[in-house]
């Protein structure tokens, strides 16, 4: 049995990778560091290393939350999204696109259900930034929050043997869905994480 093909969890969960996940700056489309708020952080904090753009404090925005809206004055239905919205928002104005009116709406947040880190979006939810390490397998949304755990992430697929850790609970590998952690699917994945590792702002994988 060869060693460097054994994989042994450690048993980290997911919340040991989240605290810095690798974002794509809003501003120069590089690479950015958001920090998420820890016992260490008390507030999100984007960082570019590039452009020196950086942004604290809570903004959650929404992903794409459609509803369905009936204009007060003709009746119409019409859909409102409430993407890119800030958290602070309670109400927005949306136009009737058939009788022009202004309906005042009051905005709902869909926020833990749709975003952030449990959607196949990858979109960090308090800015709703795109994640760097994210790119389209087959149908699906392949990402890491940082380096580490795409490393980790490689480091588990690529293993022939698969040691599980004595905990519990689930660790972040065991959560991976099937299709990452299915052998049919290994030499393209680890194809995928290769490109993506060697990811610039300006070769998108
Ligand atoms: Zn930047
Ligand atoms: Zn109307």
């Known amino acids: 049995m060869k060693t460097e093909n054994t994989y042994k969890d450690k048993g980290n969960t997911k919340w040991y990778y989240i605290s810095k996940i690798e974002v794509v700056c809003p501003k120069c489309t590089s690479k950015a560091t958001l920090l998420t708020p820890n016992q260490n952080q008390s507030k999100p904090e984007l960082k570019c290393s590039n452009c020196y753009y950086s942004k604290t404090g809570f ?3 929404t992903f794409s939350n459609i509803r369905k809206i009936v ?10 999204e409430t993407k890119d919205l800030l958290r602070t928002v309670k109400k927005t104005n949306c136009k009737c696109p ?15 259900k749709n975003g952030g880190m449990y ?3 990858a979109k960090d939810q308090y800015f709703g930034l795109d994640f760097w390490y994210m790119t389209n397998f087959k149908s699906n949304c392949f990402w890491a929050y940082n380096l580490d755990h795409l490393n980790e992430i490689e480091y588990y697929v690529s293993a022939e043997i698969r040691k599980r850790h004595l905990g519990e609970y689930q660790s972040m590998v065991e959560k991976l869905p099937k299709w990452v952690s299915s052998k049919k699917n290994r030499d393209e994945i680890l ?5 993506l590792k060697s990811k610039t702002a300006e070769n998108k994988p």
């Open 191 to 195: 194809n995928a994480i290769t490109k």
């Open 59 to 61: 903004e959650y925005s």
């Open 98 to 112: 058939d009788c022009e009116h202004q309906n005042q709406v009051e905005v709902e947040f869909d926020l833990y």
């Open 119 to 121: 959607n196949q979006q």
């Open 71 to 80: 204009c007060e004055k003709c009746n119409s239905i019409f859909n409102l």
